[in-house]
C-alpha cells in the first residue's frame, strides 16, 4: 500500500516505564519499516528532550510536566490542549491519528477533530478495574472530567480491543459491534528458542549454576501486577533450596517487603528495571505471573516466544492468552502460583512441553503480522467518506 502519515498518540512515553508504551513505540517502529511516516506526540517529563528518536522513531514531546505531583496533574490540561492544537494545526502532515488508551489524550484528539478532520482509531491497553474504561467511568484517571469525555472518546472511527475482555466491554458500553476491532499486542519473534548454550551463557552471567533453579517475574512492583501475592508465591519457592526467585522491573530494589524478604534469603534477587530482560528469560525455567488486572500480558508474551514456560494468575486475559500453553492458579493464590511453578520445576519433560506449546501460541501475535493488521485497518478508515464516518463493518478481525 502507498506510504501513510500516521500521528501516534499517547500521554507517556518512557523506555521500559509500562506495557501500553513499548507496544506503541514498537509498533511505530514496525510501520516505519514498512515504509510509512510515523510521529509520536507525547508528554516530555522533566530531563526529557523536546524531540528525541526512539528506535528510529521520532518521538516530539509537547509538555515538560512538573515533578511535583500537583504539577504533573495540572500538565495534564496543558498537554491535552497540545495535543489538539498540533493536530489542528498540522492537520495537513497526517493521514490519521493512532491513539494509545482510551484516557486523556484520546479525549484531546476526539475533543478537537471536529477541526483536524482526522481518522481516530483508539487502542484500549487495559481490563477489568484496572482497565481503561473502569477508570475513566469512576473518575480514577488524573484528569477531573473522565466521566463526562467518556462518550465522546467512544465516538471513534475505530476502538482497537487486544482482548476479546475488552472487546466485551467495549460492547457493554454502548460501542457497535462493527466498531470494535480485534488485534492483539505484537512480539518481537526470536529465530529459536533458548539453546542451551545461550542458557548456559546467561546463567554464568548471572552467577548461576545448571543445577540452580530458576524463576523470573517481570514487571512493575505495583498492586495491579500482584507484588505480595508474588511474595507469597516465594514463601513456598524458597523452600527449594537451589530456587532462585528474580523479580525485575521498577520499584522492587526499594519496595519495603522486598528488601526484608531478600535479607531473608540471597536468593531472592531485586535486580528491578534491566536492560536487557532476554538475558533473564534465558536463564529462567520458569516465568510467573501473579497479577491482577492486564489487556494482554507483554511479559507472558515475551517468555512465550522464548518457550519459557509460564504460570499465571487465572484471570481472564491469562486464560485467554495462554489458551492452555501454561499453567493457571486461581486469581489471588500466590501460594498456589509458587506450587505450580515448583510442578514444573520438578518435572522438566512437562516444563518443555509447556515452552514450546508456548510459542507456538507467541507465533500467532508477531509484530510484523500485527502492523500488517493495522495498516488494513488504517486503509479501512481512509477509504471511508470522511471524518464523521458511518462506521463498515470491519474486515481486520483475527488474531
Given at each position: ?16 516505564e509500562g506495557g501500553a508504551e513499548l507496544q506503541a ?85 476526539m475533543a478537537t477533530r471536529p477541526l483536524h478532520r ?282
Open positions: 500500500m502507498s506510504p501513510l502519515r500516521i500521528a501516534v498518540a499517547i500521554g507517556q512515553l518512557i523506555p521500559g513505540l514498537r509498533l511505530a517502529a514496525a510501520l516505519q519499516r514498512r515504509g510509512h511516516q510515523v510521529e509520536i506526540l507525547t508528554s516530555r517529563p522533566a530531563g526529557r528532550p523536546a524531540v528525541e528518536y526512539l528506535q528510529g522513531v521520532p518521538v516530539r514531546r509537547l509538555f515538560a510536566f512538573g515533578n511535583a505531583r500537583g504539577l504533573w496533574r495540572l500538565g495534564i490540561y496543558s498537554f491535552m490542549g497540545l495535543v489538539g492544537e498540533t493536530l489542528v494545526r498540522e492537520r495537513h502532515r497526517f493521514d490519521l491519528v493512532h491513539v494509545h488508551q482510551l484516557l486523556h489524550t484520546a479525549c484531546a484528539v482526522l481518522p481516530v482509531l483508539i487502542k484500549l491497553a487495559t481490563a477489568g478495574r484496572y482497565g481503561d474504561l473502569h477508570q475513566m467511568r469512576t473518575g480514577q484517571t488524573a484528569f477531573v472530567l473522565s466521566r463526562q469525555l467518556l462518550p465522546l472518546a467512544l465516538g471513534a472511527d475505530r476502538l482497537v480491543a487486544i482482548s476479546d475482555e475488552i472487546a466485551r466491554e467495549l460492547q457493554e458500553a454502548g460501542v457497535a459491534p462493527e466498531r470494535i476491532v480485534r488485534i492483539p499486542n505484537g512480539v518481537v519473534l526470536p529465530a529459536q528458542t533458548t539453546t542451551p548454550a545461550a542458557r548456559a551463557a546467561a546463567r554464568t552471567a548471572l552467577g548461576l549454576t545448571d543445577e540452580d533453579e530458576v524463576v523470573v517475574y517481570v514487571g512493575r512492583c505495583e498492586p495491579q501486577k500482584g507484588p505480595d501475592l508474588l511474595l507469597a508465591a516465594w514463601g513456598e519457592l524458597r523452600r527449594r533450596p537451589r530456587c532462585h526467585l528474580f523479580a525485575l522491573g521498577k520499584g522492587f530494589p526499594t519496595d519495603a517487603r522486598f528488601q526484608r524478604a531478600a535479607l531473608v534469603s540471597s536468593r531472592l534477587r531485586l535486580p528491578g528495571r534491566v536492560a536487557d530482560v532476554t538475558r533473564y528469560l534465558a536463564a529462567a525455567d520458569v516465568l510467573i505471573h501473579p497479577s491482577r488486572g492486564e489487556g494482554l500480558s507483554n511479559a507472558l508474551l515475551e517468555a512465550m516466544a522464548h518457550g519459557l514456560a509460564c504460570v499465571a494468575s487465572g484471570i481472564q486475559a491469562n486464560v485467554e492468552l495462554l489458551a492452555g500453553a501454561g499453567l493457571l492458579a486461581p486469581p489471588e493464590d500466590g501460594a498456589a502460583l509458587g506450587r505450580l511453578a515448583a510442578e514444573l520445576l520438578d518435572d522438566p519433560v512437562r516444563r518443555q512441553q509447556i515452552g514450546l506449546a508456548g510459542r507456538r501460541r507467541a507465533e500467532g501475535f508477531s509484530l510484523e503480522a500485527v502492523a500488517e493488521r493495522y495498516e488494513r485497518l488504517y486503509k479501512e478508515l481512509l477509504g471511508g467518506p470522511g471524518p464523521h464516518r458511518s462506521a463498515a463493518v470491519s474486515t481486520v478481525q483475527g488474531r
